[in-house]
């Protein structure tokens, strides 16, 4: 099928036996073209189905009005909120958003940045990959003054903003809850260590257990991909451990969630025999049975803060430059998954 050619300015003044410069200008509504004028022009422009081309007019003035996003996976409730908030304040300060997912690949987030500079969009906001190492293909953005801030997951640039929460505190808090319920052998799983949020909430379960005089044991940490495919075989390890812990401290509620089927499917009672502790507060923490103990940070209210930040830099309000880093509030939310009766 033979696509229809894109009427232009010089269709139109061909049309009416004007001048292209008239056309432009009317559309664009300069004092100088005749009040009669313009309505002629843009009735025959609509009866044409002439489409401004805003891409072009945008850069002429260096100016794209779009921001980039790069996320991990579109298919995480945090992520969801995170960019929700996003939306929410770009669109009310005249943003579009492209949105782009690395699905956890390094090598597909390269190819993400490179669109994000190829669509000349003016800022870039990034959740990394699990297996991000390095930010060298930022660089090109960067060399041309595009700001970028990282959320969530973040590597440090001197010249990019990180958006995070204390991982370091809430690890140690979430630890410190089981301790506080008699737990003795408590098992950490978490993610990919080279990333700060899990690097951070390992440094809290090990200062939770220091303080309290708790043995760390290498044993009792194990890294996965979060995958429904791998509980299983986590569950079978954790269960041939001598003595079997009484606690679990996992950094992601979906995995903790399964891993609470699976336990009870293997003859364990939650949290009699093994209290278990969630990350993130997935709507999953209330109805996986028993509701989940989890820490909850508010994923609308980062998308929010990263948007502000970076469009107020765009607008010249303020620098993200200025501040290295933007630490927000979390909480333990204690549920049933990890009380076993001691004091909370």
């Known amino acids: 099928m033979k696509m229809e050619k894109e009427t232009t300015i010089y269709d139109i003044a061909k049309q009416l036996n004007i001048s292209p410069a008239t056309v432009s200008r009317a559309l664009n509504d300069h004092p100088a073209i005749n009040i009669d004028t313009k309505k002629v022009i843009i ?13 072009a007019s945008n850069l002429r003035r260096k100016k794209t009005n779009t921001i980039g996003v790069i996320v991990p996976r579109l298919n995480s409730y945090f992520m969801s909120t995170v960019l929700a908030g996003m939306e929410k304040v770009a669109n009310e300060a005249s943003y579009n958003l492209i949105i782009a997912q690395s699905l956890e690949s390094v ?47 973040v590597l440090t640039h001197k010249k990019c903003t990180s958006i995070v929460i204390d991982n370091l505190k809430a690890g140690y808090e979430a630890t410190n809850h089981l301790i506080a319920q008699g737990c003795k052998h408590i098992m950490h799983i978490t993610g990919n260590l080279q990333r700060n949020v899990y690097q951070d909430r ?19 940490v194990r890294t996965t991909d979060f995958s429904y495919q791998s509980v299983n075989e986590m569950v079978q390890y954790l269960t041939s451990l001598k003595p079997v812990p009484d606690a679990i401290f996992i950094t992601n509620d979906f995995y903790a969630a399964h891993c609470i089927v699976a336990l009870k499917q293997a003859g364990f009672s939650i949290p ?34 990263a948007a502000k930040s970076l469009i107020n830099h765009l607008n010249e309000q303020s620098s993200i430059k200025d501040t290295n880093a933007i630490i927000l509030h979390s909480e333990l939310v204690v549920r049933a998954s990890s009380l076993k009766g001691k004091s909370t």
Do not use: W
């Open 202 to 220: 390992l440094k809290g379960y090990r200062l939770a257990l220091a303080e309290s005089g708790l043995h760390y044991c290498e044993e009792l």
């Open 43 to 55: 009735s025959k422009a609509k009866e044409l189905g002439y489409r401004t081309n805003i891409f």
């Open 107 to 153: 090598k597909k987030e390269m190819a993400n940045v490179k669109t994000m500079f190829n669509s000349h969009v003016d800022g870039l906001l990034v959740s990394l990959s699990y297996d991000t190492e390095n930010l060298d293909h930022f660089e090109p953005l960067i060399k041309k003054g595009v700001p970028i801030l990282f959320f969530d997951r």
């Open 272 to 305: 009699e025999d093994i209290a278990i502790v969630g990350f993130n507060d997935d709507p999953i923490a209330m109805v996986v049975e028993p509701n989940l103990t989890t820490v909850r940070y508010h994923g609308q209210e980062m998308g929010e803060v």
